[in-house]
């Protein structure tokens, strides 16, 4: 599980600053090997969907979790920031969801 959240943490910051980063690099830079990075995600489209699943699923667990620690009106600014950072960050990503996309 470690290795794979190394993984994503690592090809959001890659991807988003160059969506044609080579698996390889990714996996190097990871601090796993190959046959570890290619168990977790057998190609390129796998893996940028599931940055996407992992990022809209943390936006969304961080409502409960703002809305049990405060005001509502301070969770939902928070929440807010929260979501603005994701746009922001998927910006980046978008030509690398296209180009996983259309091979």
């Not at 794979?4 to 943490?9: A, C, G, H, P, V």
């Not at 090997?33 to 969304?60: D, S």
């Not at 979790?65 to 005001?71: C, F, M, Q, T």
């Amino acid at each position: 599980q470690r290795n794979r959240e190394r993984i994503l943490e690592v090809a959001l910051a890659e991807l988003s600053r160059a969506a044609d980063t080579p698996l390889s690099a990714i996996a190097k830079k990871a601090g796993v090997g190959q046959g570890t990075f290619y168990r977790n995600f057998p190609n390129r489209e796998a893996l940028v969907l599931e940055i996407y699943r992992h990022e809209v699923q943390q936006v969304a667990d961080t409502a409960s979790v703002l809305l049990e620690s405060g005001e509502p009106d301070r969770a939902l600014r928070a929440w807010m920031d929260h979501l603005a950072r994701f746009a922001m960050t998927k910006a980046g990503l978008g030509d690398a969801l296209r180009q996983a996309l259309s091979t």
